[in-house]
């Protein structure tokens, strides 16, 4: 069950991890605070960011798909938001916590640090690692999961964000939506249903396999 050890005012729900990424990027990000990126990477909170009129910088993953630490920690200065989807969509590229852990140490320091987790229950690289921990520690570090991928409860809307105490109350005025209660007694079921977890993980191997074929 993940997440079964932090404190419950380092989580705040929302209907999905939406709410979570815009609020995030309007609570930290404006005209004079860019948000950095990887690109391609997962649009909301660059989208959002180009709503509220803050300064986007984009840099471009290798020509293997994997996000360029080094670049993003270069464009990172004044910035409010790095943000950073581990696995990343659209390149399903994962970041091990070897290399991404330091990252998120560097920039915490500046920047808030938002690690995107949709999709980690999928990742079979044994040197991946949920950067929950670095919120453990009080880090200036947000990770945000949700229940529409593994979980299959997309139409549902649950997600959450794990975020020190000071992130968390800052984020609550600017989420919006209302999760209902069938939502949340899914979401609750679903954590404790291990065998459909490894049936939707097997099924996207399975279908992984055949877009390679």
């Given at each position: 069950?993940?997440?079964?050890?932090?404190?419950?005012?380092?989580?705040?729900?929302?209907?999905?991890?939406?709410?979570?990424?815009?609020?995030?990027?309007?609570?930290?990000?404006?005209?004079?605070?860019?948000?950095?990126?990887?690109?391609?990477?997962?649009?909301?909170?660059?989208?959002?960011?180009?709503?509220?009129?803050?300064?986007?910088?984009?840099?471009?993953?290798?020509?293997?798909?994997?996000?360029?630490?080094?670049?993003?920690?270069?464009?990172?200065?004044?910035?409010?938001?790095?943000?950073?989807?581990?696995?990343?969509?659209?390149?399903?590229?994962?970041?091990?916590?070897?290399?991404?852990?330091?990252?998120?140490?560097?920039?915490?320091?500046?920047?808030?640090?938002?690690?995107?987790?949709?999709?980690?229950?999928?990742?079979?690289?044994?040197?991946?690692?949920?950067?929950?921990?670095?919120?453990?520690?009080?880090?200036?570090?947000?990770?945000?999961?949700?229940?529409?991928?593994?979980?299959?409860?997309?139409?549902?809307?649950?997600?959450?964000?794990?975020?020190?105490?000071?992130?968390?109350?800052?984020?609550?005025?600017l989420n919006t939506?209302?999760?209902?209660?069938?939502?949340?007694?899914?979401?609750?079921?679903?954590l404790e249903d291990?065998?459909?977890?490894?049936?939707?993980?097997?099924?996207?191997?399975?279908?992984?396999?055949?877009?390679?074929?």
């Amino acid at each position: 069950m993940p997440f079964q050890y932090i404190e419950t005012n380092n989580v705040l729900l929302g209907t999905g991890s939406t709410p979570l990424l815009q609020g995030s990027v309007r609570a930290f990000c404006s005209a004079d605070k860019p948000i950095v990126a990887a690109a391609p990477t997962y649009a909301t909170s660059v989208q959002t960011a180009r709503r509220i009129g803050a300064e986007v910088r984009e840099v471009l993953v290798d020509s293997k798909g994997s996000i360029d630490l080094d670049g993003m920690a270069e464009v990172a200065h004044g910035a409010g938001l790095v943000y950073f989807c581990n696995p990343n969509n659209p390149t399903g590229v994962a970041t091990g916590a070897p290399v991404l852990e330091p990252f998120c140490r560097k920039m915490e320091s500046q920047s808030l640090v938002f690690v995107d987790e949709a999709y980690n229950d999928y990742v079979m690289d044994k040197d991946y690692r949920s950067m929950v921990y670095l919120v453990k520690e009080g880090l200036n570090v947000i990770v945000t999961r949700t229940f529409s991928k593994i979980h299959a409860l997309a139409g549902i809307r649950v997600g959450y964000g794990v975020a020190k105490p000071e992130i968390i109350s800052r984020l609550e005025p600017l989420n919006t939506g209302t999760i209902n209660i069938l939502g949340l007694r899914a979401a609750m079921a679903s954590l404790e249903d291990d065998s459909f977890q490894e049936m939707s993980r097997e099924k996207n191997l399975e279908a992984k396999q055949t877009v390679y074929e």
